[in-house]
């Protein structure tokens, strides 16, 4: 049975960093695709960035890129979402989700999904 399981969520002011983790179990997180994904209430789902098979090849989208880092500890099994100068329209619940093979930006073609954990950036 896979699970993921998102901590580091919680509540900063502007400037400020968190570091999200997702943990797993059930699969290898270096051998499929972790990406991130943030969802607000009435706004659609946004791919953060996604770190690939193997390499650990990094991509992010242009609203993060250059604040937001992901990273990937093989030995721990977790993938982490480090976040600095955080705005508060970085306020989001986070999600990590795993794919296999390729990465992708669509959250629809990810198959596993962990909880999620709220980020709040006050101004």
């Known amino acids: 049975q896979v699970q993921l399981v998102e901590s580091g969520g919680g509540s900063v002011q502007a400037g400020g960093s968190l570091r999200l983790s997702c943990t797993a179990s059930?699969?290898?997180?270096?051998?499929?695709?972790v990406a991130w994904f943030r969802q607000s209430p009435g706004k659609q789902r946004e791919w953060v960035g996604n770190?690939?098979?193997?390499?650990?090849?990094?991509k992010y989208a242009d609203s993060v890129k250059g604040r937001f880092t992901i990273s990937r500890d093989d030995a721990k099994n977790t993938a982490y979402l480090s976040m600095t100068g955080l705005k508060p329209e970085d306020t989001s619940m986070y999600y990590c989700?795993?794919?296999?093979?390729?990465?992708?930006?669509?959250?629809?073609?990810?198959?596993?999904w962990g909880q999620g954990t709220q980020v709040s950036v006050s101004s």
């Open positions: 770190i690939h098979i193997g390499d650990g090849e990094t």
């Open positions: 059930g699969l290898t997180l270096s051998s499929v695709c």
């Open positions: 989700a795993t794919r296999d093979f390729n990465c992708h930006t669509v959250g629809d073609y990810f198959d596993y």
